[in-house]
C-alpha cells in the first residue's frame, strides 16, 4: 500500500512541476513579448524624432477603401502660425501646459457628464499624434491604452513643436487629404503657410470630422465653429498658449 501511495504522490508532483514549467514559459514569453514591445515602441518613437512619418495605419485604410491618398509633408516653418493657433484653440488650449494627458481637461468632462451633458473627448493633441502616428482608429481599451503609452513616450522623446509639427502632417482632412499642405492646396489653392486665420480657422473647425464636415463651402454649423474659434484664437494668441509650438 505504501508504495502505491508513493507512486501516486510521485505521479502528482510530477504533474504539479509540469504545469509550472508551463506557467513560467508561458510568463517569460509574455515578459518578453511585452519587453519587446517597450524597447520596439521607444525605437520606432526615437526615428520618427528625426525622420518624417512615411504614412499611418489611417491612410492604408483609406487608401484601401478606394481613396487617392495625397500627403505632401512639410516643415512647421512652412506651416501658417495662424494654423497652429487655430488647432491649439480648437482640439488643445493647454497643449503647452501639460505633459501629454491634460487630467483637468479629463475631470471636467467627467464632471459635465454627470451634469447631464454628453460625455465629450478629452484627447489631447500628443494624444491624437500618438494614435495618428503609431495605432489604428477604435475605441478598444487595447488601442486606448497603447495610445496612452505613447504619449508618455512622444512627450519625452520630442519637442513640442515637433509633435505639432507632425500632427499637422498627418492629421486628416477628407477627401484622401492628410496634413496641412495637402488641405490647404485643396480647398484654398494655396500653400499652408500662406493661410489666413480665417482658412486656418476653417481648417481647424471641420478636424473633429473632415469627412462629412465641409470647408468648400462651409455648412452653417461649421460656419458657426469658425466664429466661436476665431474668439478663441484671439485668446490662445493673447494668452500665449502656443508659445511652444509656433513657427512665428
Known amino acids: 500500500m505504501a508504495s502505491k501511495d508513493t507512486k501516486i504522490k510521485t505521479k502528482k508532483k510530477w504533474r504539479d512541476r509540469g504545469v509550472i514549467d508551463r506557467l513560467t514559459i508561458i510568463f517569460r514569453s509574455l515578459a518578453f513579448t511585452g519587453l519587446a514591445i517597450v524597447i520596439g515602441s521607444i525605437v520606432w518613437a526615437g526615428v520618427y524624432r528625426f525622420v518624417e512619418p512615411p504614412g499611418t495605419l489611417l491612410m492604408l485604410e483609406r487608401k484601401l477603401s478606394g481613396d487617392v491618398i495625397v500627403h505632401p509633408w512639410v516643415s512647421l516653418e512652412n506651416i501658417s502660425p495662424h494654423l497652429v493657433t487655430a488647432v491649439i484653440a480648437a482640439e ?84 484622401g487629404n492628410f496634413g496641412a499642405e495637402a488641405a490647404a492646396q485643396k480647398r484654398f489653392g494655396k500653400s499652408a503657410k500662406n493661410l489666413t486665420k480665417q482658412e486656418a480657422a476653417l481648417l481647424a473647425a471641420v478636424l473633429p470630422n473632415p469627412n462629412k464636415w465641409r470647408v468648400d463651402p462651409p455648412g452653417q454649423y461649421v460656419r458657426g465653429r469658425v466664429v466661436t474659434l476665431r474668439k478663441r484664437m484671439e485668446q490662445v494668441d493673447r494668452d500665449d498658449l502656443d508659445r511652444c509650438a509656433s513657427p512665428k
Open 92 to 175: 488643445d488650449t493647454r497643449f503647452c501646459l501639460h505633459n501629454g494627458i491634460d487630467f483637468d481637461a479629463i475631470e471636467e468632462a467627467l464632471s459635465e457628464a454627470e451634469n447631464g451633458a454628453r460625455l465629450r473627448g478629452a484627447s489631447t493633441i500628443s494624444q491624437q499624434t500618438a494614435k495618428n502616428a503609431f495605432l489604428w482608429n477604435g475605441r478598444s481599451w487595447l488601442r486606448k491604452g497603447g495610445e496612452t503609452w505613447m504619449t508618455f513616450v512622444i512627450e519625452a522623446l520630442w519637442p513640442k513643436r515637433r509633435i505639432m509639427e507632425i500632427y499637422l502632417n498627418i492629421a486628416e482632412w477628407g477627401d
